[in-house]
C-alpha cells in the first residue's frame, strides 16, 4: 500500500491507545507502520533496483521484532513490553495491507522467495482513503470521542477488506467458470479495479493463450482481449542468463513473453501482467535484443 494508508492506520492505531505506552507513542505508531519501506531507497537503483529489493527482507515476518526496535529508537520511546509490542503491531499492520495487493510479499524470507498476495485491494485504494481520512477529520472535530472513532475505523476498514475478499472470490469464480478459445483456463487472476469494488480485471491463462478481461460480480465477465503466448525459443534461454531477466523472472507474477522480429535478430519482451498488458506494459517489463546467433546485444528495463 501507499505510505499515506499506512501512515493514518498507524494514526489510528495510536489513537486507538496505543499511543499511551510510551511517550511520544504517536510518532513511534505512524513510524511503525511504515518503517518496512525503508528498501524504498532501492529506487535510487531504478526499475531494476527496485524490482530486486523493494518489499524484501524488511517486510518478512521474521525481521518484524527488528524493525520494531527503530521506532523506538527514533523517538527515544521508553521501552517497555508494552511499548515494544505496541511498534510490533504497527510494523504487522503494514505487511498485512501490502499482503492484501496484488504486488504481494515474501512473509517467509530467507527459508522462501516466494510472494504471499490476495490481490483484493489496490495499491492506491482511494476507498480506503476515504474511510482513514473521514476518520481523522472526525476525530479532529469530535476530539474527545477520537479513541472511539478511531475503533469504528479500523473496524470499518476490516469489513472493507472482507468485502473486497468476497467479490474477489466471486470473480475468480465467475471466471472460472467460462471457457476460452474452448477451454478451460489453467489459472485464473483478479486484480481490483481503480474505483468501481464491484469490478475486477481478469486474466485468463490457458494452452498457448492469455486473455485479459473485465469481470464484474453483478453483471459477469465482459469481452476479453486474447493473446498468444510466444512458444519457447533459444533466444528466451538467452535472455533468462542476464541478471536483469533473472531479478524479474524472480520477482514476477504472471509472467508473458513477447517476441518481435527486428533488424538484428529478436526482441524480446518479458512481461508482468499484473500491471499491464503485451500491448500497454507499464513499468513491469524487462526486454532483451538477441541476434541470429544468439548473442544478448542490449537488456535493461
Not at 478459445?181 to 469494488?197: D, H, I
Not at 485479459?212 to 460480480?217: A, E, H, N, Q, T
Not at 529478436?266 to 541476434?291: E, M
Amino acid at each position: 500500500m501507499d505510505n499515506i494508508t499506512h501512515s493514518l492506520v498507524g494514526l489510528l492505531l495510536a489513537r486507538a491507545g496505543l499511543e499511551k505506552t510510551t511517550p511520544h507513542g504517536t510518532a513511534m505508531m505512524v513510524l511503525a507502520a511504515n518503517v518496512p519501506d525503508l528498501d524504498g531507497v532501492a529506487w535510487l537503483g531504478g526499475t531494476l533496483g527496485m524490482i530486486e529489493y523493494h518489499r524484501t527482507y524488511t517486510h518478512a515476518l521474521v525481521f518484524t521484532p527488528l524493525m520494531a526496535l527503530l521506532p523506538m529508537l527514533l523517538v527515544c520511546a521508553t521501552f517497555s513490553w508494552r511499548s515494544y509490542l505496541a511498534s510490533i503491531a504497527g510494523v504487522l499492520s503494514h505487511l498485512l495491507l501490502d499482503w492484501t495487493n496484488e504486488y504481494g510479499i515474501p512473509l517467509v524470507l530467507p527459508f522462501s522467495n516466494h510472494y504471499f498476495r490476495l490481490d483484493t485491494v489496490n495499491l492506491i485504494d482511494v476507498w480506503i482513503w476515504a474511510i482513514l481520512v473521514g476518520a481523522v477529520v472526525a476525530m479532529a472535530l469530535a476530539p474527545r470521542t477520537r479513541r472511539s472513532l478511531a475503533y469504528a475505523a479500523l473496524a470499518a476498514l476490516l469489513a472493507f477488506e472482507g468485502f473486497r475478499t468476497v467479490t474477489h472470490a466471486r470473480a475468480i469464480a465467475v471466471m472460472s467458470a467460462q471457457l476460452y478459445e474452448g477451454a478451460s483456463a489453467r489459472r485464473v487472476t483478479a486484480s481490483p479495479g481503480a474505483f468501481n469494488p464491484l469490478a475486477w480485471r481478469g486474466v485468463a491463462e490457458g494452452p498457448g493463450f492469455v486473455t485479459i478481461l473485465p469481470v464484474d460480480v453483478v453483471h459477469g465477465a465482459g469481452a476479453g482481449r486474447v493473446y498468444r503466448t510466444a512458444g519457447p525459443i533459444p533466444a528466451m534461454d538467452a535472455a533468462l542468463r542476464t541478471h536483469p531477466f533473472q531479478v524479474f523472472t524472480r520477482w514476477s507474477q504472471l509472467p508473458f513473453w513477447k517476441v518481435t522480429p527486428v533488424e538484428e535478430g529478436l526482441r524480446l519482451d518479458l512481461i508482468d501482467l499484473r500491471f499491464g498488458d503485451p500491448d500497454h506494459p507499464g513499468f513491469a517489463r524487462v526486454s532483451a535484443i538477441v541476434d541470429r546467433a544468439g548473442k544478448v546485444l542490449h537488456v535493461g528495463f
